[in-house]
């Protein structure tokens, strides 16, 4: 059932509701109180307002973006006038047909604690806030980046001179973005699913320490402008822009993460990414005895950490690593069987030639001549 819309307010007009409340009571106020407030005052405008700043949002200056994101509409609905919910649902924030909706962060706001069914990703341009879980409070800093998974209790309190942005993104559309730029042979790909969709009811997140590149400020500006715009094209520009924005991070910074997920004991992991990506360069020689030794930790307690953050055991993720690197050199080289064997950690070519074949119902000999044709 479409969503009925009764008009629209800018966010300067909710921010400006926070400030006089705040000034008067000495109190924070909700988002949506203020919003139903401006409702009805009948400051709300009924035909949506045009884009603030008709230019490329890139090339404008943090301070003139910050002034564009404050005049940009936000809809006024049934939810709206009467939440009912204490969990936000996508089709509540995200306008209809759209798959990214942004927002500044507001001061003198006063939401306390609460989890939505969509990816939220936080990031800080200037200043700092405060992200509070059930568990921590964490000081974001300028130019680190959180994406906040479905079904978190979270809340993002921002300093008054602060610049944080937030993009809300459609769980379907995140799977698509996200995981896509990572590929299959990139363990970061099972260790992030693995956390973003933890089924310990906790909280989750990850966090990137990036050093607020020109670059990504730029796709977030950009991102930020296409979530606005009404034209026929602007919903497939803002996913390519969240596309390229992801892949930028990974790439970059997939060193830099810490995540928040606590198991059943209280145990917060914190280093994983770490282990991975050990496994990922030396998977050819590595074995589980090799692996807890580097990093000090037993044999047992480095299986059980494995299983618990990828759902497989060692053997199973280094046989991975062995075979996609097998299909890759088959297919590209002209290195003999015995050759990639070596090279994957085999010592015997018909030990890997088994292995392959269990793997994929073909020999190593097939499988070139099917890439070869």
Request: proline content about 2%; glycine content about 2%; charged content about 25%.
């Amino acid at each position: 059932m479409p969503v009925k819309i009764y008009g629209y307010v800018t966010t300067k007009q909710v921010q400006d509701v926070l400030n006089n409340r705040f000034e008067k009571f000495q109190k924070s106020t909700s988002f949506i109180e203020a919003m139903r407030h401006l409702y009805l005052i009948n400051a709300h405008a009924l035909k949506k307002p045009k884009l603030a700043f008709n230019c490329s949002w890139d090339s404008l200056s943090d301070e003139d973006f910050c002034k564009a994101l404050l005049e940009q509409p936000v809809e006024i609905t049934d939810h709206t006038l009467n939440p009912d919910k204490a969990r936000v649902e996508e089709n509540m924030i995200i306008p209809e047909n759209r798959d990214v909706f942004c927002i500044k962060h507001l001061s003198h706001i006063n939401n306390n604690l609460h989890s939505h069914d969509f990816f939220e990703v936080n990031y800080v341009f200037s200043g700092e806030c405060i992200q509070k879980f059930e568990k921590e409070d964490r000081i974001l800093k300028e130019g680190e980046f959180c994406i906040i998974a479905p079904n978190s209790p979270h809340d993002i309190i921002a300093e008054e001179e602060s610049l944080v942005v937030s993009i809300m993104i459609r769980q379907s559309t995140f799977e698509h973005t996200f995981f896509a730029v990572l590929t299959q042979k990139n363990l970061l790909s099972t260790f992030f699913r693995n956390i973003l969709y933890s089924k310990t009811g906790k909280g989750n997140y990850l966090l990137f320490h990036t050093d607020n590149q020109t670059e990504i400020k730029k796709n977030i500006k950009n991102i930020c402008m296409e979530s606005y715009s009404s034209d026929e094209y602007a919903n497939t520009c803002c996913a390519s822009y969240i596309n390229i924005l992801f892949a930028l991070i990974l790439r970059r910074y997939s060193d830099t993460v810490y995540f928040y997920s606590f198991n059943s004991t209280g145990e917060e992991k914190i280093d994983f990414v770490l282990v991975l990506q050990y496994i990922q360069y030396n998977y050819q020689t590595l074995t589980l005895s090799s692996l807890a030794k580097f990093f000090h930790y037993s044999e047992a307690y480095m299986s059980k950490l494995i299983k618990n953050n990828t759902g497989m055991n060692l053997t199973e993720i280094l046989t991975s690593l062995k075979m996609e690197n097998s299909k890759k050199l088959l297919s590209s080289t002209n290195m003999s069987i015995f050759q990639i064997a070596e090279c994957n950690g085999y010592e015997s070519p018909d030990h890997f030639s088994r292995t392959f074949k269990k793997t994929y119902g073909i020999s190593p000999r097939q499988y070139r001549k099917i890439c070869m044709n």
